[in-house]
């Protein structure tokens, strides 16, 4: 496997999200204010996601011919079209969200909305800006 160093910490990193997917889980339980409760499963989905993006990289970098990531194909053509069409959807979905969302946030008066909306905004922007670069660089279509 390549890479000793960066195969201990991304394993290491992989189980402190997986540890803290398990104590949010049980912290969540006992908590009755929506917005803290709302936040903790945010950041307990987070690490979820961030779990799963360490397992790909890890089975991509244990591959006996590992590659740069930007150069692992899809399989077929026309799973490449399929995934980059649906990104690409995505991206016009997360737009119309953003916009919906900052329209939201100059309406409403309550602040912790406010923070709230503030935030899956920041979100949007920023899946908005990585699905563009996975486009752009892994999904470039060569028959």
Same mark, same amino acid.
């Given at each position: 496997?390549?890479?000793?160093?960066? =195969?201990?910490? !991304?394993?290491?990193? @992989?189980?402190?999200?997986?540890?803290? =997917?398990?104590?949010?889980?049980? !912290?969540?339980?006992?908590?009755?204010?929506?917005?803290?409760?709302?936040? /903790?499963?945010? $950041?307990?989905?987070? %690490? *979820?996601?961030?779990?799963?993006? !360490?397992?790909?990289? @890890?089975?991509?970098?244990?591959?006996?011919?590992?590659?740069?990531?930007?150069? $692992?194909?899809?399989? %077929?053509?026309?799973?490449? /079209?399929? =995934?980059? $069409?649906?990104? *690409?959807?995505?991206?016009? $979905?997360?737009?119309?969200? &953003?916009?919906?969302?900052?329209?939201? &946030?100059?309406?409403?008066?309550?602040?912790?909305?406010? !923070?709230?909306?503030?935030?899956?905004?920041?979100?949007?922007?920023?899946?908005?800006? &990585?699905?563009?670069?996975?486009?752009?660089?892994?999904?470039?279509?060569?028959?």
């Amino acid at each position: 496997m390549p890479e000793d160093g960066l =195969v201990k910490l !991304l394993r290491e990193q @992989l189980k402190v999200e997986r540890n803290f =997917v398990a104590t949010v889980e049980k !912290l969540i339980k006992n908590i009755h204010n929506v917005a803290a409760k709302l936040l /903790l499963l945010e $950041t307990q989905k987070d %690490s *979820e996601k961030h779990a799963m993006i !360490l397992e790909g990289i @890890l089975k991509v970098i244990s591959q006996e011919d590992a590659k740069p990531l930007w150069d $692992t194909l899809l399989d %077929s053509y026309v799973d490449k /079209l399929v =995934v980059k $069409t649906n990104l *690409e959807r995505h991206i016009k $979905t997360e737009k119309t969200m &953003i916009d919906f969302v900052e329209k939201e &946030i100059k309406g409403t008066k309550d602040e912790g909305i406010k !923070l709230l909306l503030e935030h899956i905004a920041s979100d949007e922007k920023k899946h908005h800006e &990585i699905l563009q670069t996975v486009i752009k660089q892994a999904y470039k279509i060569k028959p």
